[in-house]
T-cell receptor, first 112, second 117 residues
């Protein structure tokens, strides 16, 4: 079945440093979504990427979808303490329409 | 607009006891999902409903887990009997399927934290 892997598992940064998490799928994806989960909270949708090579920005967050639609990345510029949480990618593809396969997430901690 | 509502928020039971979780999706959302999230892991789909029909329950351990979505709105997820390994967060999510080809945004509820002793 479809597998989605994320690295790194943990990332500790000083406030102001940049952060990147990478997501790789074992199969070609139709689209990929990114979610953020604060400690003790639930996943909250951030963005969806659909097109090959697509790049989208949300303020300090930049999301990319690979040309082959098998990988994606999330980059945060100049992290802030409010960025703390776990970032998940989730892919959907092929005959598994409607089913999102989540990566294991990257836990981001930001030291002030 | 109210979000996805789940209850209870926390549940502690002894092993072999039954437990049930309830979910009320966002009004108008036709698709409902139940996920299991273990500590340090991403959510794993248990079952997906489109209206009242379970369209994907391949990951649901049917020997002890059951779910229903009568009338295509609220849903319940039941475990009977519960085992120690069932301790996890059970998340409900909903979305509005438009049939336009893209994956719909899923809106998650706060989850039910289950501890089986």
């Amino acid at each position: 079945g479809q597998q989605v892997m994320q690295i790194p598992q943990y990332q500790h940064v000083q406030e102001g440093e940049d952060f990147t998490t990478y997501c790789n799928s074992s199969t070609t994806l139709s689209n990929i979504q990114w979610y953020k989960q604060r400690p003790g909270g639930h996943p909250v949708f951030l963005i969806q990427l659909v097109k090959s090579g697509e790049v989208k920005k949300q303020k300090r967050l930049t999301f990319q979808f690979g040309e082959a639609k098998k990988n994606s990345s999330l980059h945060i510029t100049a992290t802030q303490t409010t960025d703390v949480g776990t970032y998940f990618c989730a892919g959907s593809g092929g005959t598994s329409y409607g089913k999102l396969t989540f990566g294991q997430g990257t836990i981001l901690t930001v030291h002030p | 607009e109210a979000g996805v509502v789940q209850s209870p928020r926390y549940k502690i039971i002894e092993k072999k006891q039954p437990v049930a979780f309830w979910c009320n999706p966002i009004s108008g959302h036709n698709t409902l999902y139940w996920y299991l999230q273990n500590l340090g892991q991403g959510p794993e789909l248990l079952i997906r409903y489109e209206n009242e029909e379970a369209v994907d329950d391949s990951q649901l351990p049917k020997d002890r887990f059951s779910a229903e979505r009568l009338k295509g709105v609220d849903s319940t997820l039941k475990i009977q009997p519960a085992e120690l390994g069932d301790s996890a967060v059970y998340l409900c999510a909903s979305s509005l399927r438009t049939g336009k080809g893209n994956q719909e945004t899923q809106y998650f509820g706060p989850g039910t934290r289950l501890l089986v002793l």
